[in-house]
DNA sequence: CAGTATCCGGTCTGATACTG
DNA sequence: CAGTATCAGACCGGATACTG
């Protein structure tokens, strides 16, 4: 088992996974980034789909944006009216492992026995993927084998 | 990109996604959590670190031994009186993995160009690890090869 | 549709103090 | 140390209404 310690080695003002916490460690932000991963866009169908208040809604919305995960683009379907979308950034993407590894988790720990609803696959050979760590040469490596560093 | 969807293909209330975000996706929580991957264990130890109020740190870590996400165990230094400690179970152990993939996230998006202070590495190879998918071989699947699959 | 405005009750935050 | 008690203020959640 780890030992205990009476501090964490990296404060949390120099953190970036404070940082990102932060940023996004909220209940309604994280919902709204799943159902953005699912292509979710536009601020009814966020609100239908979650039943958040409009005005949390709104803020939180503003706040992904400022912080560069999510986009405001115009989106217009020919006849009609051009209407605003909320679309993933780069970084935004990037969010997706992470919630792909949450929900393994919510499998395995917040499942309460029940099959998982969904499960990620390989496109071609439709083998079942599961988050991991690799080194550089694309090899898993088991959490065991794995060690922080710090950055003197 | 990802096409529009007007909703999510798994519906809330059976989403353990959903699930582990009530659970655990909440700021102090998550913060918690961090320390406690780190090796803090203690009331006081959480409180000096975080800056958290002692009434919602007790709140939280309630809650987090509720979920089974730590466990409240007594330990006894030798000439000192028994103390209280929270210890990730196993559950808690398994979060290990997703705040890893939001670190590197953080690095990647939230670090205003700073070069990270942590890394993660191979014990004995000292290779840099990252997260990513692998199938059931452990070979390393490119995010853009994952599908999600739904259970019929 | 995509918001903003408003209201209300509740929880959270933050600070400080107190107890075993 | 490890909490509970208390308190003021902010923010949130939920509902409803209004506007372009």
């Given amino acids: 088992m780890i030992p205990r310690a009476r501090k964490s080695p990296v404060p949390l003002d120099t ?7 932060e ?7 994280l919902l ?10 536009r601020f009814d169908d966020f609100q239908k789909e979650l039943g958040i208040p409009r005005t949390v809604l709104s803020g939180r919305l503003a706040n992904l944006v400022e912080n560069g995960v999510l986009e405001k683009q115009t989106y217009k379907e ?8 909320y679309i993933l950034t780069e ?5 997706r492992p992470v919630l792909m590894a949450l929900t393994q988790w919510g499998d395995d720990f917040a499942s309460d026995g029940a099959l998982p609803p969904i499960t990620f696959t390989h496109a071609k050979s439709r083998q ?3 988050p991991a760590f690799v080194d550089e040469d694309g090899r ?5 084998e794995t060690r922080v560093s710090l950055r003197r």
Avoid at 23 to 29: A, F, H, N, Y
Avoid at 140 to 144: D, I, K, R, W, Y
């Fill in 15 to 21: 953190c970036h996974l404070a940082k990102a916490i």
């Fill in 32 to 41: 709204i980034l799943r159902a953005s991963l699912f292509g979710v866009r």
């Fill in 78 to 85: 020919d006849g009609k009216r051009a209407r605003p979308e």
């Fill in 128 to 130: 079942k993927v599961r």
């Fill in 140 to 144: 898993e490596t088991p959490l065991s």
């Fill in 23 to 29: 940023m996004i460690g909220d209940r309604w932000t």
């Fill in 91 to 95: 970084a935004g993407e990037g969010l």
